[in-house]
Structure formats: structure tokens, C-alpha cells
């Protein structure tokens, strides 16, 4: 199966089981907007409760906000988005679609490093043990020539995008030969910036009205009140501030399935630090964000950071944390070293004074900022992407059998029990129910008596519910309950009072808060 099918798969697995629909889906929907079902709104709660815990709960020092999606339009002129907040793009005449053009030449260079990729595995395989790689990738010449081919592109890129020399960028496609994936030719016309911001009124007569924006980032919220947080929460550099909320950029290129999306959900924490100590605790945020990724169990090798070569404008330092996902690695979360950028030019535009006090040294100064800001959405598809599984299994009469599993951490499964009547009749019904409302308090609880019993299971698998109780006849007799878990399918007998007990351990958000 390529990874384009099991995508496919993954997106129609998330529509028929309550995960995603597409947005206003009875009048034919509307492009690049979706809408989360019952599962898929229960897993993102539970992964936005995962960072919120990481951030504000584990330290002492980071507190959390949530500032308004309206903010005043000067806000956006201070930083820079009014000015600077575009996208390169560049339309293919015979297909009539639309391509970021940095990202065209991005995935060009993918493809290059790729092929020296090809080419090691081959020489690896050809000479076993005694290959040296190092020595491979200097000396041969084929793998030499893409390496300085793509190491001289992507210059000549970064040059580009910071001189805003769209000619030159639009040269770099064509000496690349890089065609439309859709049509295939190389039919392209001129680079030109858009930008991303969503503009809209604000007043109650229209000719009266001031134009604002809808805020395409959470970050300035957290930056005109920094002040406030620290005063009124007598914070002391270093600290941080948190916050998850809603932003809207106006995406020319909508990609499919939630990955870039027009309306999306951000959590983002700015991390305040004296000037000259910035980049000890980007080093350390680095480490930090890569260990809560890392906690959720779907692989260490599945993660890797990506420099920025191209800085934005107001970062010293950045990179970026990609994962692995179908389509290849891409990126879900930012590390910025964002110096004293914002706060200096809030301070500007407002006149207000914006500095910090350090009572230590007794001077006054800008603090500068760490942030780290992770998609939302993104991490939902990161989770959705890595959990599925299809699984080849044998039945006890040796009859092949298939099962589609979605191995979500248990903390961040949408349901954590799943609680069945064997049958629904002789009071399993009502003792499951007895269990049921026992459990419900502490945990995200479901109850099911249609189908088999293996269909339960089955529908459960698909759903990631990692705990499945059966209430059989048993029970009645004994109070003892079947356990049966999703990774392995095997079951324990266990008292129905230790439910809880057991339960409890296994579900529990701690347990991966302690690795983060």
C-alpha cells in the first residue's frame, strides 16, 4: 500500500468513525474547512489538556491566558504582519492551480536529498559492513553532484525570499525544470505575494466601520499583556506565558485534510528571558517540546529537527520539529528565539513602557522571548496518522482475519472504557449500567449492547478505546469482570471493585507528564 492510499484510508476512517466531516457537508462543503465529530473533538480536547498540563502544570513558572481573537489594528502594524505577512505563489497556466513557490523548490530539494538517500542504501547494500558512509558521500559523484546541486538551490532561495526578489525566485523553478504536479508542464507565470490576513469591520454602521483583523497568530495576544501577567502574577524573568486559542489566515493553497487550514487552533507559549541568556533556553525548549512529542510512544526515529535556514524577522535562531507522516515529514511545531522584536515595537507604536525591572541586578530591560507554538490540528493528525494500524490476525480456528486498530495513547483516547452486557437480557444490562455509573466520574466511559460481542471489540479497535470491560454471567455470580486490552486482545479476570484501581494507573495523563 503506498503512503497516498493509506492517507486516503486514514481520511475515510476519520469521517466513518466521528472523527472528522468535511464542513457544511450537506450543501457540497466548503474548501479546506472541517468540522471535528464527537471522537475527534474528545481527542483534541484531550491532546490540548496534554500540552496545557505539560506548560502550566509541570512548571512553576509558566502561567496561562486567553486574549481576544479581535485585537486593535495597530497591534498588526507593530508586528509586521500588515507589511510583511505574505506567501509567495505562483499559478500553473495549464492546470489553473495555485502553488507556494518556496514550498515547490522546498520539495524539489526533498527530492534530491532522497535520491542520495537511494544511493547510499544502495552502496550500503552492495558493500556491508566494510562500507563507509561518510567516505561515500564525499567522494562519489553522483552523490556529490545532488548534494551541491540542492546545497546551492536552496541559497539561492534563501537569498531570494530575503531580498522579496520574486524574479528570482521564479528563475529558480525553472532552472530546476520543476513542473505542476497536476498538469505536468512548466507553464508558469510570474511569483506574487498575498497576503494572509482576514480583514473584516468592526461597528455597527458599515460606513462608520473600522477595518480589523482577524488575529492569523496567538502570539501578540500574549505580548500586549505581558505586562499585566507579570505584575499582577509578580513573575520573575525567567517565565512564561501560555495560551491555546483560535487563528485565521486567508491560506491561498489550502492543502487537504486539516494540514493547512484557513481557521485553526494554536498553543503557544512565550517564554520570557534576560537578554544574552536567549539562547541557553532555546537549546533548552528545544529538548523540552522534543521529549513531550516523544511521550506520546509512537516512535523516537519518527521525529527529527529541521533548522531554518531563512530566519523570520524578527527570530535570531529557529527550528523546527517535523514528524513523519504519510506524506512525508513535515512540520508540527516551531522553536523561535524571537529576541526582543515584538516587545520592543509594542513599546513603540503604544508609548507605553514595556520594560522589566530585575530586582537582581537592579536594571531595567526588554525581556527576550522563546516561543514555542505547535498546531493543534496538526498534532491531531499526527496522532490519527502514527495510531492507525492494520493488522493481519488468525482466528482460533486458523481462518485469516483482519482488524483496523488506532493505537492512541490511553490518556488520549476519546473513550477510555468501553463497559458491554454479554447479552442484554438476565440483568448484565443493569449490572454493566451499576459499573458504568461507578466508573463515569473518573473516567471517559461508553456503553455498548448492540452487535456481538466481536464487533464491539472490533468497532472499539477502530475508535482507540483501549480498555474494553464485558459484563458476563459470571459477574452476577462473583462480581468479577473481564478486562480485555486493544494493543494485544488479551483479557484478564479481574474483581469489578478494582476496576478503578487498575483503571486509574493505566489512563492516568500523569504517566506521560512525568516523561515530558
Known amino acids: 500500500m503506498t503512503q497516498d492510499d493509506l492517507f486516503k484510508k486514514l481520511i475515510s476512517h476519520c469521517k466513518e468513525y466521528g472523527f472528522v466531516f468535511p464542513s457544511s457537508e450537506i450543501y457540497d462543503g466548503l474548501s479546506a474547512v472541517y468540522d471535528y465529530g464527537q471522537n475527534g473533538v474528545a481527542l483534541k480536547n484531550n491532546i490540548r489538556r ?81 562500507f563507509d558512509e561518510q567516505l561515500f558521500r564525499q567522494t562519489n559523484p553522483r552523490v556529490v553532484e545532488l548534494s551541491e546541486h540542492a ?77 499585566n501577567v507579570q505584575k499582577t502574577g509578580r513573575m520573575k524573568i525567567p517565565f512564561g506565558i501560555a495560551q491555546v486559542g483560535k487563528a485565521f489566515r486567508n491560506e491561498i493553497v489550502a492543502r487537504q485534510f486539516i494540514f493547512r487550514m484557513r481557521e485553526f487552533e494554536q498553543m503557544e507559549m512565550q517564554f520570557f528571558v534576560k537578554p544574552g541568556e536567549e539562547m541557553k533556553w532555546f537549546e533548552y525548549w528545544l529538548d523540552k517540546r522534543m521529549r513531550w512529542h516523544k511521550a506520546m510512544g509512537f516512535g523516537d526515529g519518527k521525529y527529527r529537527f529541521h533548522k531554518h535556514e531563512k530566519l523570520a524577522h524578527y527570530a535570531n535562531a529557529a527550528s523546527d520539529i517535523e514528524f513523519e507522516f504519510p506524506f512525508g515529514f513535515k512540520e508540527v511545531e516551531g522553536i523561535h528565539s524571537r529576541t526582543d522584536f515584538d516587545l520592543s515595537n509594542h513599546q513603540k507604536h503604544s508609548g507605553k513602557k514595556l520594560q522589566y525591572f530585575d530586582p537582581e541586578t537592579n536594571e531595567s530591560y526588554i525581556p527576550y522571548v522563546i516561543e514555542t507554538s505547535i498546531g493543534l490540528d496538526r498534532t491531531f493528525l499526527l496522532v490519527m496518522s502514527a495510531a492507525y494500524t492494520e493488522e493481519k490476525l488468525t482466528k482460533d480456528d486458523g481462518t485469516a482475519d483482519e482488524r483496523v486498530v488506532l493505537r492512541i495513547p490511553p490518556a488520549l483516547a476519546p473513550v477510555n472504557l468501553a463497559i458491554f452486557p454479554l447479552v442484554k437480557k438476565d440483568g448484565l444490562p443493569e449490572m454493566a449500567r451499576k459499573i458504568m455509573d461507578d466508573l463515569k466520574y473518573d473516567f471517559t466511559c461508553q456503553y455498548e449492547e448492540k452487535d456481538t460481542i466481536g464487533k464491539r471489540y472490533r468497532r472499539h479497535d ?17 462480581e468479577t469482570v473481564t478486562i480485555r486490552y486493544r494493543d494485544s486482545m488479551e483479557q484478564d479476570r479481574v474483581p469489578a471493585s478494582k476496576l478503578r484501581e487498575i483503571m486509574g494507573e493505566k489512563v492516568s495523563l500523569t504517566n506521560l507528564l512525568k516523561q515530558v
Request: aromatic share 10%; with cysteine; net charge negative.
Open 50 to 130: 496534554f500540552w496545557w498540563e505539560a506548560m502550566t502544570r509541570v512548571n512553576e513558572n509558566i502561567v496561562g491566558i486567553d486574549s481576544a481573537i479581535f485585537m486593535h489594528p495597530q497591534i498588526w502594524v507593530a508586528s509586521g504582519h500588515t507589511s510583511a505577512f505574505n506567501d509567495p505563489l505562483i499559478d500553473n497556466r495549464d492546470s489553473k492551480k495555485r502553488y507556494r513557490a518556496d514550498t515547490l523548490i522546498e520539495e524539489w530539494i526533498q527530492k534530491q536529498e532522497e535520491k542520495v538517500e537511494k544511493e547510499v542504501e544502495k552502496a550500503r547494500k552492495r558493500f556491508g559492513d566494510s
Open 151 to 227: 546545497k546551492t538551490v536552496n541559497q539561492r532561495m534563501v537569498q531570494a525570499l530575503e531580498a522579496n526578489d520574486l524574479a528570482a525566485i521564479k528563475k529558480i523553478i525553472e532552472d530546476c525544470e520543476i513542473a505542476c504536479p497536476i498538469s505536468g508542464t512548466r507553464n508558469w507565470t510570474d511569483v506574487r505575494q498575498f497576503n494572509l490576513m482576514f480583514e473584516t469591520k468592526l461597528g455597527s454602521v458599515s460606513d462608520e466601520a473600522n477595518t480589523i483583523y482577524l488575529r492569523p497568530e496567538t502570539a501578540q495576544g500574549i505580548f500586549v499583556n505581558y505586562l
Open 462 to 478: 477502530a475508535i482507540g478505546t483501549p480498555f474494553c470491560i464485558t459484563v458476563d454471567h459470571q459477574t452476577l455470580d462473583d
